[in-house]
């Protein structure tokens, strides 16, 4: 199973608004085992988005899609998400409840159209303020405040995919060598990618502003085990040349 992002939002691609949302799925799917596959930025022009939930939807992974969900003239995500499933829109029976036990008398027709979704759909709690986003055909759709979106995250991935926490035989590990160029070190690279393939070799390099010292990032994913002993021999191979490095957090 794949997960990927969708983020949503003139004021992102703007520059008005930067994105944090990103950085946080990473971290909440990699507290479970987990990892992101792809993500997308998109900005709230609806033939754009239908084409790229249409194809989100498609590809049979599970998204978390973040931003556009309100309800006012420039929130479209609700709009076309269910076009890109050829689905009709309709008000939510449990959030209607909500909104109305939040809003009382002053339930407005406005308001209650935070809770249309397309046909079909179930809601996600919001812990913050109480007003639902909503799931269907494994994406689910969350505001674009971090405050609200974060926490129903969280519930999705501990209320449907606890089963596949930390399932996958997984890790990172890397070092950070001292003063060393990628280029001196691409037949130690081509080595150990020959002889670990069931494991995937990574190089990141810094460019040392003044007064910086140089440094490459050197490591592996996969499976715990290949990537403990190819790294092992990474580290045995680097100190041989001569380089110093220590272990990255």
Request: glycine share 8%; hydrophobic share 45%; with cysteine.
């Amino acid at each position: 199973m794949a997960f990927g992002a969708i983020i949503i939002g003139d004021e992102i691609l703007s520059g008005r608004r930067s994105d944090k949302h990103l950085a946080k799925l990473i971290d909440l799917l990699g507290a479970r085992g987990l990892r992101l596959a792809w993500a997308n930025y998109v900005g709230d022009d609806p033939p754009r988005l239908v084409e790229t939930l249409s194809r989100s939807f498609a590809s049979g992974d599970t998204v978390f899609s973040f931003g556009g969900i309100g309800a006012t003239p420039d929130d479209h995500t609700r709009q076309c998400a269910a076009a890109a499933l050829g689905l009709e829109l309709a008000l939510h029976p449990e959030a209607e409840a909500v909104i109305r036990a939040k809003f009382g008398a002053e339930t407005t027709p406005h308001r209650l159209q935070m809770g249309v979704y397309p046909v079909g759909s179930q809601i996600i709690p919001n812990p913050y303020n109480g007003i639902p986003g909503f799931a269907i055909r494994e994406h689910y759709f969350v505001p674009g405040f971090p405050v609200m979106a974060w926490p129903m995250v969280e519930w999705v991935l501990d209320t449907f995919y606890r089963h596949l926490h930390h399932a996958d035989d997984y890790v990172e590990q890397a070092i950070i060598v001292w003063d060393a160029f990628e280029g001196r070190l691409i037949d130690l690279m081509e080595a150990i990618t020959a002889d670990f393939p069931d494991a995937t070799l990574f190089s990141l390099p810094t460019i040392a502003a003044d007064g910086e010292r140089r440094s490459l990032e050197l490591g592996m994913k996969g499976p715990a085990v290949r990537v403990a002993e190819a790294m092992a021999r990474i580290k045995a191979e680097v100190s041989e040349r001569g380089y110093q490095w220590r272990d990255k957090a």
